[in-house]
């Protein structure tokens, strides 16, 4: 039982790692890396249960708290974080993300399930063809009024489904709005906190109908075992991600990362319909 312990904690750690490195270098929260690493783990250490998305959802959301802290506090030294746009889009983030915690209260497992491989598979196509989501050449103004309104609230709802911290919507905006990559990838981190804290309070207190099927240390959608493990690899590769974006040219990185999310979106829709 230890040296299986020893490999949840381990196994957790490193995908921590691994989200904290993600969310340092393209301004995501990391939950594209934390949901599937614990729908993969949780099966081994606790009866295989149909609740386990929602718990991997909620920590992943929690650990999302925590890496985009992180990495926001190391852009921050960098000048990078334009936290005007993360003061007027907060109130319609933290709107969409308690609509999407309503639906996600109400959504069967599968479904969310189903969600998020699509939602994964969407994103991808950022990842392995930017050039052809963010057309060189081409650029907006920063969205305002009922525009500004609309997207932070689709944004946090969106997120808030899949568990993960909605940066790279707020990259493509930020970039194709005439910003830098890096001032794009350091706010986006912000964002990920504001959807990252309400959605990991609405999962802890969401009503858990089977507690009894969940891996221990579980409260309400949020296992804590997890989430320190998680929490203590991103602390301490954020920075590391942060650096990175600073210093390289990500398109080669992006293209890797979109294939491993077509990987995570196939694998999650075999696991439905088997």
């Not at 196509?125 to 963010?134: A, G, N, R, S």
């Not at 808030?160 to 986006?188: D, F, S």
Request: hydrophobic content about 55%; charged content about 10%.
């Amino acid at each position: 039982m230890e040296i299986e312990l020893l490999w949840f904690v381990l196994t957790l750690c490193c995908a921590g790692a691994v989200a904290g490195i993600t969310a340092g270098l393209f301004g995501n929260g990391g939950g594209f890396v934390v949901v599937p690493a614990l729908l993969a783990v949780f099966p081994f250490f606790t009866p295989n249960s149909e609740e386990l998305v929602k718990v991997a959802i909620g920590t992943s959301l929690a650990s999302i708290v925590v890496s985009s802290a992180r990495s926001v506090m190391a852009h921050r030294r960098r000048g990078a974080v334009d936290f005007e746009v993360l003061k007027s889009w907060s109130i319609w983030i933290v709107l969409g993300v308690l609509g999407g915690l309503a639906i996600a209260n109400h959504t069967s497992s599968v479904g969310l399930t189903i969600v998020f491989a699509a939602g994964v598979l969407l994103y991808s196509i950022y990842f392995l063809f930017p050039d052809f989501v963010v057309r060189p050449g081409v650029s907006f103004s920063m969205p305002s009024g009922m525009g500004k309104a609309t997207l932070a609230f689709v944004l946090g709802g969106f997120s808030a489904l899949l568990g993960i911290g909605g940066g790279t919507p707020t990259v493509i905006t930020m970039v194709m709005c005439k910003r830098t990559i890096q001032q794009a990838v350091a706010t986006a981190a912000g964002v990920g906190c504001l959807i990252g804290l309400p959605g990991a309070i609405g999962f802890l207190f969401m009503e858990n109908t089977s507690p009894e099927s969940m891996p221990i240390g579980t409260v309400g959608y949020i296992n804590l075992p997890a989430l320190i493990a998680i929490s203590v690899g991103s602390i301490l590769t954020a920075p590391f991600g942060a650096s990175l974006a600073h210093s390289f040219s990500e398109k080669k990185l992006k293209r890797l990362f979109g294939i491993y999310l077509v990987i995570v979106s196939t694998a999650m829709f075999i696991k439905v319909l088997s």
